[in-house]
């Protein structure tokens, strides 16, 4: 058997304010998928989630940035092929609920359009390639408010 292939990863959990994913469809795989891309020579994980954000979203501005995980996914290929995904949460202010977005940059994925839209993780169907790992890592928004009003709708 041949050595296993190793490729780094850097894959990104964007939410919005109201706690909603962002994902897209397609293309090449079944399931929902998120931002992600390979690591150019020389660029750290950081580095190519930013660049692939941009790539397959055209999201330019990210907040609070956080690496969530790290780990090592098999695909089983002739060789064996070996990710090292890097996993990130980023929050972002977008209005859109949709948008499509065509990659611009020349390389392999140059021209193809993503067809990109906002979900509940809680809600989500399967996604492609085991992207969905760590969601349940992402941080839920505030709700207190909707605690406090069950607790008061359960004393009347």
């Known amino acids: 058997m041949a050595d296993p292939t190793y490729v780094q990863k850097a894959c990104a959990y964007i939410t919005r304010g109201s706690g909603e994913l962002l994902v897209f469809e397609g293309p090449e795989h079944d399931g929902?998928?998120?931002p992600k891309g390979t690591l150019e020579p020389?660029?750290?994980?950081?580095?190519?989630?930013?660049?692939?954000?941009?790539e397959e979203s055209g999201l330019g501005t990210l907040n609070?940035?956080?690496?969530?995980?790290?780990?090592?996914w098999t695909r089983r290929h002739s060789p064996p092929k070996w990710y090292v995904r890097h996993f990130f949460h980023a929050t972002v202010y977008e209005p859109r609920d949709?948008?499509?977005?065509?990659?611009?940059?020349?390389?392999?994925?140059?021209?193809?359009?993503?067809?990109?839209?906002?979900?509940?993780?809680?809600?989500?169907?399967?996604?492609?390639?085991?992207?969905?790992?760590?969601?349940e890592l992402l941080p839920l928004p505030d709700r207190a408010g909707d605690r406090n009003a069950e607790l008061a709708a359960a004393s009347d």
């Open 32 to 34: 929902l998928q998120i």
């Open 98 to 135: 949709r948008w499509t977005h065509t990659v611009t940059d020349g390389g392999d994925e140059h021209g193809a359009e993503f067809e990109l839209y906002w979900i509940h993780p809680s809600t989500a169907r399967e996604f492609a390639l085991d992207l969905d790992d760590y969601v």
């Open 64 to 72: 609070a940035t956080r690496h969530l995980s790290t780990d090592v």
């Open 42 to 54: 020389g660029e750290t994980p950081r580095e190519a989630l930013f660049r692939e954000v941009i």
